[in-house]
């Protein structure tokens, strides 16, 4: 006797409770108990590498449990960090990873959070800057690690220049948040020393 064949469709359709409605342009990828991930936009199954294509397209997307409808997209989005981070050239020595799981759990964790996630935003604004000034002078598809350390000693005044500003704005956004937690601090324990910013 022929078996019939679970479409994905008729898998979602048996859960019960209903998928959060999605964000406009907001591209929904569902996760089955087998571990494969389902496009809904083009109604065919993915992988990691095709969800990394996405990440790095720019592709607004969420992944989804097909059964509970549960956000599952920051742990596809660790996968992908972890199959880079053991397959490749890591960007996370392991002091730093060490450092950042020491954060869990602290009273820092979400000051933390904040920090490394606002640095991380300028880093990309500099990265952004320095590829629109090397227009016209490589082909963006050839800019291996090799030819963008070479592009990047022969601009290096203007490298200098912008990575002072990253650190001083990193300075600053540190500093900020100590403020934060001195006021804070104040309100909840009044008579308490406050943070004394250092001279610049």
Request: charged letters at 15%.
């Given at each position: 006797m022929a078996q019939t064949?679970?479409?994905?469709s008729a898998e979602g359709n048996a859960s019960k409770d209903a998928p959060p409605p999605a964000t406009p342009g907001e591209r929904i990828l569902k996760k089955y108990p087998n571990r494969r991930l389902y496009d809904t936009q083009t109604s065919s199954y993915?992988?990691?590498v095709d969800v990394k294509k996405m990440v790095l397209a720019g592709q607004a997307f969420v992944v989804r449990d097909a059964k509970t409808s549960e956000d599952l997209t920051r742990s596809i989005l660790l996968q992908i960090i972890l199959e880079e981070e053991t397959g490749g050239v890591p960007i996370f020595s392991t002091q730093m990873l060490s450092q950042v799981i020491r954060f869990y759990g602290h009273s820092m964790q979400g000051m933390m959070g904040s920090y490394l996630e606002k640095n991380l935003q300028t880093f990309t604004d500099i990265q952004a800057r320095i590829s629109e000034q090397s227009k016209g002078l490589y082909d963006p598809k050839a800019m291996t690690p090799e030819v963008w350390n070479q592009f990047l000693v022969g601009q290096a005044p203007v490298v200098q220049g912008l990575m002072g500003n990253y650190l001083e704005q990193s300075k600053n956004m540190f500093l900020q948040m100590q403020e934060q937690m001195s006021k804070q601090a104040e309100?909840?324990?009044?008579?308490m020393p406050g943070f004394v910013p250092p001279k610049r």
């Open positions: 064949r679970r479409t994905p993915i992988t990691l309100t909840l324990f009044p008579g």
